[in-house]
């Protein structure tokens, strides 16, 4: 799996919920895009990671 | 200009990326903003002394209207959430994500990615502090989604340089979807 242009090895049912709270993201503070298409965030604990994702993450910090 | 252009949030980005776009000739506007002017907002927002405790809208209107007295934004003095966001910026070609929290900034992309398809959003994301500005930078993320900033910064104040580099990201990518200077040209 590619995710933010680093390639990595995605565990055979981790779901992209678990993969972003494994990987420290807080999950009221991001969005992502798998594959080119908008992830809605009801989606994340149904959707289960393949090693041939691509996936963007943008995590947002404070001030505007 | 006829593009239809939203702007969620107008403190330091968002009332610097309106007065902008107006000075750029576009004139379709759609302020949003439920908050009002403080005196901690005077080291980097556009607003004035006399504008203390007046609506965020309001204010920004009346300055926007002193350097365009034609120009008529649609203002919503209210907060935004899921459940609004669509309706309040219906017919946006372009949003401009310039709210002050990360949750706040997360449920407006995804609110607009998700539910108005074919919308971009210009988003502001790390700008805080007096570090290098040549961090704060224009990341084409999504298909549809801009961040600028340098995507860390958050803490300690807010002054008017990096937030004012970050604003004319925001506003200089907006001019260049709708001149067609990205992949994709926007409507005019």
């Known amino acids: 799996m590619i995710a933010n242009g680093k390639e990595m090895k995605i565990g055979a049912g981790t779901t992209l919920q678990e993969f972003l709270v494994s990987s420290g993201y807080d999950l009221c503070k991001v969005a992502v895009e798998l594959n080119g298409m908008i992830s809605p965030r009801k989606?994340?604990?149904?959707?289960?990671?393949?090693?041939?994702?691509?996936?963007?993450?943008?995590?947002?910090?404070?001030?505007g | 200009?006829?593009?239809?252009?939203?702007?969620?949030?107008?403190?330091?980005?968002?009332?610097?990326?309106?007065?902008?776009?107006?000075?750029?000739?576009?004139?379709?506007?759609?302020?949003?903003?439920?908050?009002?002017?403080?005196?901690?907002?005077?080291?980097?927002?556009?607003?004035?002394?006399?504008?203390?405790?007046?609506?965020?809208?309001?204010?920004?209107?009346?300055?926007?209207?002193?350097?365009?007295?034609?120009?008529?934004?649609?203002?919503?003095?209210?907060?935004?959430?899921?459940?609004?966001?669509?309706?309040?910026?219906?017919?946006?070609?372009?949003?401009?994500?310039?709210?002050?929290?990360?949750?706040?900034?997360?449920?407006?992309?995804?609110?607009?990615?998700t539910e108005m398809p074919g919308t971009y959003v210009v988003s502001g994301s790390g700008i805080a502090g007096w570090g290098c500005p040549n961090n704060i930078i224009t990341k084409h993320s999504f298909k549809k989604l801009y961040v600028c900033g340098d995507g860390t910064s958050d803490t300690g104040d807010m002054h008017a340089p990096r937030v004012i580099v970050c604003a004319g990201h925001q506003a200089n990518l907006i001019l260049r979807l709708v001149y067609g200077m990205e992949d994709e040209k926007i409507e005019r």
Do not use: W
């Open chain 2, 1 to 113: 200009m006829a593009v239809k252009v939203g702007i969620a949030g107008l403190g330091g980005l968002g009332s610097n990326i309106a007065v902008m776009l107006v000075r750029s000739g576009f004139n379709n506007l759609v302020l949003v903003d439920f908050d009002t002017v403080a005196e901690s907002n005077l080291n980097r927002q556009i607003y004035f002394r006399k504008h203390l405790g007046i609506k965020k809208t309001e204010a920004c209107s009346e300055i926007l209207k002193m350097i365009d007295p034609k120009i008529q934004p649609v203002t919503s003095d209210i907060r935004l959430t899921e459940q609004n966001v669509p309706e309040i910026f219906k017919g946006c070609a372009i949003i401009c994500e310039a709210l002050d929290s990360p949750e706040a900034k997360a449920m407006l992309v995804n609110t607009v990615l």
């Open chain 1, 43 to 63: 989606t994340f604990n149904d959707v289960v990671l393949k090693n041939t994702d691509s996936l963007e993450i943008v995590s947002f910090v404070g001030g």
